[in-house]
């Protein structure tokens, strides 16, 4: 019997049932068409085989996906979701020009955060006010700044490792400065601190205990006694605050509340609870921000118009007293989770029933809080189900429990319930008979 490769068609032969595609495009898809044929056996229609592959290729690998995790800061899947201003903001200057770095009412060059730095500074009360990509390059820029060849002193209970391995050590260790360790994991007190102190220290350095709460025996030092000692001893007190929270959440002190306790720098992210684009936020007193803003790094670090505009058009959402969606998704009560998620349950059908569901801020925020709600959960086959959900024409992204798999309606936009339970059920159509 002979190789059934032998058989395949030509390469020119399946480039002639798709001369409307562009060439380059159909070649490449063909190649690939025929690659896989050659492993598993002949295509069925290799008209419809090439399209198909050609319309996979050509498609953007970032797509917007339902998130039904219950996670609202979720970062695989892109943290804060923008408000709706800031969205057509980010439409608008996306479309052509814009004054990036243009003052259009004399002509000259513009300072690039001239939206944002002033609101920044009245919202939290503060001296000066940067931006840069994220919160651990605001970190990585206030500390190569400051404290390059120096000593910066930090609790070794906020030593911390954030998503991606990146760790408080290594980050102090790369911008040329010297960790000094005080305290201890669950307790570090004023006093450790100051007996730390030497001739070679810039910097007293607080950090965000992201992704972990400790309880029980523990205690940490007053930020305002901190920022008293610093100053006191010529120092300056950096406050990584991380998440973000504009107003105090339980245990997690708002932005104005530590700049209120006399830090010099304060960094925080704006993707996470303060509701807007990723971003690295940071505030202060003027001296070292300029610092900050001359320092070489900077520029490597700076927004892109299109991150302005986003977080400009936030801030002034903020400002009009608007509900961020961030706001809204941990604001959910249960009643209302429980009403959405009885209706989508009744229209999948018998595989679907309405339980309890505990989301999450996410994030690395808030890491003890769990959102009481409601969720829907599908039972048979969730290995298959979910990665069909995925892969759908709308992306739904789902948590499996226990061989279930569950829909958490908390950060699921109302707007985006219909278009799920059209997800849910052609997805649970399309598994195998036999299944």
């Given at each position: 019997?002979?190789?059934?490769?032998?058989?395949l068609p030509a390469v020119h032969v399946l480039?002639?049932?798709?001369?409307?595609?562009?060439?380059?495009?159909?070649?490449?898809?063909?190649?690939?068409?025929?690659?896989?044929?050659?492993?598993?056996?002949?295509?069925?229609?290799?008209?419809?085989?090439?399209?198909?592959?050609?319309?996979?290729?050509?498609?953007?690998?970032?797509?917007?996906?339902?998130?039904?995790?219950?996670?609202?800061?979720?970062?695989?899947?892109?943290?804060?979701?923008?408000?709706a201003r800031a969205a057509a903001?980010?439409?608008?200057?996306?479309?052509?020009?814009?004054?990036?770095?243009?003052?259009?009412?004399?002509?000259?060059?513009?300072?690039?955060?001239?939206?944002?730095?002033?609101?920044?500074?009245?919202?939290?009360?503060?001296?000066?006010?940067?931006?840069?990509?994220?919160?651990?390059?605001?970190?990585?820029?206030?500390?190569?700044?400051?404290?390059?060849?120096?000593?910066?002193?930090?609790?070794?209970?906020?030593?911390?490792?954030?998503?991606?391995?990146?760790?408080?050590?290594?980050?102090?260790?790369?911008?040329?400065?010297?960790?000094?360790?005080?305290?201890?994991?669950?307790?570090?007190?004023?006093?450790?601190?100051?007996?730390?102190?030497?001739?070679?220290?810039?910097?007293?350095?607080?950090?965000?205990?992201?992704?972990?709460?400790?309880?029980?025996?523990?205690?940490?030092?007053?930020?305002?006694?901190?920022?008293?000692?610093?100053?006191?001893?010529?120092?300056?007190?950096?406050?990584?605050?991380?998440?973000?929270?504009?107003?105090?959440?339980?245990?997690?002190?708002?932005?104005?509340?530590?700049?209120?306790?006399?830090?010099?720098?304060?960094?925080?992210?704006?993707?996470?609870?303060?509701?807007?684009?990723?971003?690295?936020?940071?505030?202060?007193?003027?001296?070292?921000?300029?610092?900050?803003?001359?320092?070489?790094?900077?520029?490597?670090?700076?927004?892109?118009?299109?991150?302005?505009?986003?977080?400009?058009?936030?801030?002034?959402?903020?400002?009009?007293?608007?509900?961020?969606?961030?706001?809204?998704?941990?604001?959910?009560?249960?009643?209302?989770?429980?009403?959405?998620?009885?209706?989508?349950?009744?229209?999948?059908?018998?595989?679907?029933?309405?339980?309890?569901?505990?989301?999450?801020?996410?994030?690395?925020?808030?890491?003890?809080?769990?959102?009481?709600?409601?969720?829907?959960?599908?039972?048979?086959?969730?290995?298959?189900?979910?990665?069909?959900?995925?892969?759908?024409?709308?992306?739904?992204?789902?948590?499996?429990?226990?061989?279930?798999?569950?829909?958490?309606?908390?950060?699921?936009?109302?707007?985006?319930?219909?278009?799920?339970?059209?997800?849910?059920?052609?997805?649970?159509?399309?598994?195998?008979?036999?299944?």
């Open positions: 019997m002979s190789d059934f490769r032998s058989q480039l002639a049932k798709v001369q409307d595609l562009p060439h380059a495009a159909a070649l490449a898809a063909a190649r690939a068409v025929l690659n896989k044929a050659r492993r598993e056996g002949p295509a069925g229609d290799w008209e419809a085989a090439i399209r198909d592959e050609v319309q996979t290729a050509t498609a953007p690998h970032l797509r917007r996906v339902i998130n039904a995790t219950g996670v609202v800061l979720h970062t695989n899947l892109g943290r804060a979701p923008l408000s903001a980010v439409a608008e200057v996306a479309s052509g020009y814009s004054n990036l770095e243009l003052d259009l009412e004399s002509g000259a060059r513009g300072e690039r955060l001239a939206g944002v730095a002033p609101r920044l500074q009245r919202m939290f009360d503060v001296e000066g006010a940067l931006a840069v990509n994220n919160c651990a390059a605001a970190v990585l820029l206030a500390l190569s700044a400051l404290a390059a060849g120096k000593e910066v002193i930090v609790s070794r209970g906020e030593l911390v490792e954030i998503g991606g391995s990146f760790r408080i050590p290594d980050v102090i260790t790369s911008c040329g400065a010297r960790l000094v360790e005080v305290g201890t994991t669950n307790r570090t007190r004023v006093a450790d601190y100051e007996r730390a102190i030497t001739a070679e220290t810039a910097v007293i350095l607080r950090v965000h205990p992201s992704n972990f709460h400790v309880e029980g025996f523990t205690e940490a030092a007053d930020r305002a006694e901190l920022a008293a000692l610093a100053h006191r001893r010529g120092l300056l007190y950096v406050d990584d605050l991380g998440s973000g929270a504009r107003e105090d959440r339980p245990g997690e002190p708002g932005v104005a509340t530590v700049a209120r306790a006399g830090a010099d720098v304060v960094c925080f992210s704006g993707d996470k609870l303060f509701g807007g684009p990723q971003a690295g936020i940071v505030i202060g007193r003027a001296a070292p921000l300029a610092r900050m803003r001359k320092h070489p790094l900077y520029r490597a670090l700076r927004l892109d118009r299109l991150v302005l505009a986003a977080l400009e058009a936030t801030l002034i959402g903020i400002e009009a007293g608007e509900e961020l969606p961030v706001d809204t998704m941990l604001g959910h009560t249960e009643k209302t989770l429980r009403t959405r998620a009885a209706s989508l349950a009744a229209a999948i059908g018998p595989r679907a029933s309405l339980i309890a569901a505990n989301g999450l801020p996410g994030g690395g925020s808030l890491p003890a809080v769990r959102l009481q709600g409601a969720a829907v959960a599908i039972a048979g086959h969730a290995t298959q189900l979910v990665r069909a959900l995925r892969t759908g024409p709308h992306a739904v992204v789902a948590r499996v429990e226990n061989e279930t798999v569950i829909l958490d309606l908390r950060t699921v936009q109302p707007s985006e319930d219909q278009t799920l339970c059209n997800a849910v059920i052609a997805a649970i159509a399309a598994q195998k008979p036999t299944q």
